[in-house]
């Protein structure tokens, strides 16, 4: 009955009302993100969405925005509940708005579309859609579905230190968030990253039950192979990949946004353990070297080493979702590598593009060329049907471990990359504040979105939308914006 007669409502009628409707939620989570409107979270999902997925029967040179807590924002879940029987939209439909704003001059010379159905997976608009282009960082929502499936969400990142036969070895793990910074341990994100002072405190407790308080200290950072710099070369957007580094090689007590970075953050990791460790009563011998477990442990010849002591990051999901909300480079590189290791594959960046590669075609989205984790690579290629499909796989109740590739994604106007876009001055774009949510791509030239929308109509739809050599990045930003708000403002059925 409720259907019917809101189907009868004009459609200008039934925008002004979702419109009013979503500024009213909007406002309420803002006001009540503390509690959450759509449950409590667990590993930084909400639970509740994880829950349901699990419980549901399975059908037959980019920016790093400030970090915060994602407001509760209406469940990623809920239209594939609770609109699963609207109408879907219709092609024509769909090509009657969005064919005209693709036109668009602001979007360069080159420009792809594609738009899915999230419960049944069919396309419902495509642009070029099967074409390859530069994806930016919407390539991480890809780095993110390939980690998960490699190794799930509930999978930590350890940092550990062992005992080796002429002092102790600090073995970095891969967990670019560990934090030398007790004081803030993370008090915004959920849950706290590991401390590298707790992980001083362990080993010297360790220590001192043996009576030593004086060591060699070896740090260890074999377990990536291949070159440590980003293709690209040095840039205060990520720094040198290795294994062992501590707050992602930032030089200053920043979180977020470029910043210089340690040109070797591994020793630079090594000098602040030694540093804490000396706080806690041990003094370490000398400057900390690089070296090997194997050569430097008991494990040499064969035997076992004794670890002293470990710290492990948060869960996979957690990382999955603040490296999605913040286009965190640093973060998306780490697991590319994770996905490698996970996979058989050398942990380099050839190793992981492999790994990335392999996994996302197990997934049924095939056609991506993957250089890198991050998307700072050009050499990067992603048709715009393979991030919209992603985004329909990540909804899909088959793929529950993939979840976190929705729930870290920006919600626009609120959180990440997005809190500084619609809603502020373009009429156009206001309409999809608190609504969509989606993964930005920025470099230069180059501007992408790919994320998910639900429509007038209760119908939960995945996008992407790429552009090439575009000349002014506020302004293809823009376009990019008014294509996803017009998906979600739209019942689009003609």
Sequence with gaps: MVGEWWRSVPLERRRTVRLVTVSAMAGLAVASAAVG??????????????????????????RQAPAGTTPAAPPVLAALDGGAGARQPTEDGLAAVLDPLLKDSALGDDRSAAVYDAATGRQLYGYAQDTAYTPASTIKTATAAAALSALGPDHRIETAVMAGNDGIVLVGGGDPTLTAHPGKADAARQPASASLQELAEATARKLRERGTDHVKLTYDTSLYS?????????????APVTPLMADEGRLDDSDHGPAARSTDPAADAAKKFAELLDEQGVKVEGDPSSGTLADKGKGKGGGTAERLAAVSSPPLSALVERALTNSDNDIAEALARQTALGSGQPASFEGAAKAVTARLDALGLTGARIADGSGLDRADQVPAALLAKLLVRAADPAHPELRPVLTGLPVAGFSGTLSGRYGHGDDDGAAGRGVVRAKTGTLTGVNTLAGTAVDADGRLLAFAFMASGTRDADAAQRVLDRLATSVASCGCRR
């Design 37 to 62: 409107a759509s449950g409590p979270w667990e590993a930084g999902q909400r639970k509740a969405e994880r829950e349901r997925a699990a419980a549901r029967p399975a059908p037959g040179d980019e």
């Design 226 to 238: 291949g070159p440590a710099a980003h293709p690209i070369g040095p840039n205060d957007n990520i």
